[in-house]
């Protein structure tokens, strides 16, 4: 650079001392590139906190991060993240540096995005459960207490508000452009394939004039017993049930309210949560069948309405119970679908979903 005075001398900012203004905003910024070496070689071995990164590498999220793999069994310490306290950070990839950045972002609380609990700090790695089909696979984020991967195991993976594991299921990262980078790098650790990226794009349902994917906020199954979230005054159950190439959406309308004439149209006698899981019956009109049943696993907030005894008595959902539906003639029955002698359209698209889950389990019988 050329000096006041006319001679030409090496461009330089001491990120100590800064002697004019312009030097001091330059300061920050290189501040940040002294910050990330010593966070990378200083902290072998032992816990990196949020308090231990200096402010000026948490406020500046667009320098991107290089994310050099997403199995959890070639991580080094050079893969550590934190992100405690951020909106988002931007990721880069080793296997496509040519990609634009993915950002990595915490949740939404209707339109307000939400930050990074304050331990978030750890690894992100590719999860599939032992037993699960290969389209179940997620993104996930484990927190650790250290830099070192050996803690990796120790560590626990963060979690939502509601408790669910966060994640960005294989569908998302195969069908969303800004998940491009994590895509490549999946592809690059060979944990997944072409052919299977090809199939999460194919698993779709109608709803009305609509074609649906799964998206962040959907629940899967794919084995019985297996609990996912409902909200007990939502007007309808939707879960996603996955095989190892193929999914199918089983969509369950007023599982805990009811459709009337009057006004308003639908009584909700129940509001809350709970955790719900499918099947096989045992019950005795279902003997020598391949019938399921919906099951009420856990009552995580349950409130009553003023009027929840009120329109032909809606049962109470209860722990240990079975969820129940309203026959034509006013019975409350055990929800139930035959998977092999559908009754109706409606049963015949849930059979589609419901025997899926019995193709798993004999698939995992044969290999035990």
């Known amino acids: 650079m050329r000096k006041i005075r006319g001679a030409w001398v090496p461009w330089s900012v001491d990120v100590d001392q800064s002697r004019s203004a312009y030097h001091a905003k330059a300061r920050r910024a290189l501040a940040i590139l002294f910050s990330r070496e010593k966070e990378i070689a200083g902290h072998h071995g032992h816990a ?7 402010a000026a590498l948490n ?10 793999t997403l199995d959890p069994r070639r991580l ?10 951020r909106l988002q950070k931007a990721l880069r990839v080793l296997a496509a540096p040519e990609i634009q950045s993915s950002h990595v972002l915490y949740c939404c609380q209707g339109t307000t995005s939400l930050l990074f609990p304050s331990d978030t700090q750890g690894f992100l790695y590719f999860h599939l459960d032992a037993d699960a089909p290969a389209l179940a696979g997620q993104v996930r984020f484990r927190i650790t207490t250290s830099s070192d991967p050996a803690t990796f195991t120790e560590g626990r993976d963060l979690q939502l508000p509601d408790g669910r594991p966060w994640n960005i299921s294989l569908f998302q990262v195969a069908r969303r452009s800004i ?7 999946l592809l690059s650790d060979k944990l997944v394939t072409e052919e299977l990226l090809v199939a999460a794009l194919s698993v779709s ?8 994917h799964p998206n962040f906020k959907s629940s899967f199954t794919w084995k019985f017993g297996q609990t996912f979230p409902v909200e007990l005054e939502s007007s309808s159950i939707s879960v996603w049930s996955l095989g190892n190439s193929e999914g199918q959406r089983l969509y369950l309308r007023y599982p805990f309210s009811l459709l009337q004439q009057n006004i308003p149209p639908t009584h909700v006698p129940f509001a809350g949560k709970a955790l719900v899981h499918f099947e096989r019956s045992t019950l005795p009109e ?7 049943v919906l099951r009420i696993a856990k009552i995580v907030q349950l409130t009553k309405s003023e009027n929840a005894s009120g329109v032909d008595g809606v049962p109470e959902p209860k722990e240990g119970s079975l969820v129940m539906m309203r ?3 006013g019975a409350w029955v055990p929800w139930s679908v035959n998977v092999d002698q559908p009754r109706s359209e409606y049963h015949m698209h849930a059979s589609k979903a419901l025997a899926i889950l019995f193709d798993n389990e004999e698939r995992q019988a044969g290999l035990a």
Request: charged share 25%; glycine share 6%; hydrophobic share 35%.
């Open 286 to 292: 279902h003997k020598g069948t391949r019938t399921v």
């Open 59 to 68: 406020r500046d999220w667009r320098l991107p991060v290089l994310l050099r």
């Open 205 to 212: 349902a109608s709803s009305g004039t609509r074609t649906v």
């Open 48 to 54: 990196v906190l949020a308090s231990d990164i200096p």
């Open 76 to 85: 080094r310490t050079e893969d550590f993240l934190v992100l405690s306290g």
């Open 327 to 329: 026959e034509s003639y």
């Open 179 to 185: 998940y491009a980078a994590y895509r490549a790098q």
